[in-house]
């Protein structure tokens, strides 16, 4: 069964770092296209990123410059950085196996001093 689990959401005060974790049970992310979202409440799931098989990133104009996708293969997990947080960047954060469509159950992250 096709599994992915996010963690490392929270509270971080404006201009902290994040990192997010998304873990894959099921499959190995390294064979599919693996993608980050948010949703920030109210409004409709922004995608972020994308990280190919092949290791090519791909970031939305928005996403771009602010945030970073990895993968750590022995881990079987997608990571997503963001450093200088913002106020706008409260929101559940979403990962994806694109190839399944199969999505975790997301993590909050809060910005507040």
């Known amino acids: 069964q096709v599994r992915l689990e996010e963690s490392g959401g929270g509270s971080v005060q404006p201009g902290g770092s994040l990192r997010l974790s998304c873990v894959g049970s099921?499959?190995?992310?390294?064979?599919?296209?693996m993608t980050w979202h948010r949703q920030a409440p109210d409004e409709a799931r922004e995608w972020l990123a994308t990280?190919?098989?092949?290791?090519?990133?791909f970031y939305s104009d928005s996403a771009k410059g602010r945030f970073t996708v990895s993968r750590d293969d022995h881990k079987n997990t997608l990571f997503l950085q963001r450093d200088s947080l913002k106020p706008e960047d409260p929101a559940v954060y979403y990962c994806?196996?694109?190839?399944?469509?199969?999505w975790g159950q997301g993590t909050w992250v809060t910005v507040s001093s």
């Open positions: 994806e196996n694109f190839d399944s469509a199969t």
């Open positions: 099921g499959f190995s992310v390294s064979d599919q296209i």
């Open positions: 990280f190919a098989p092949g290791g090519a990133t």
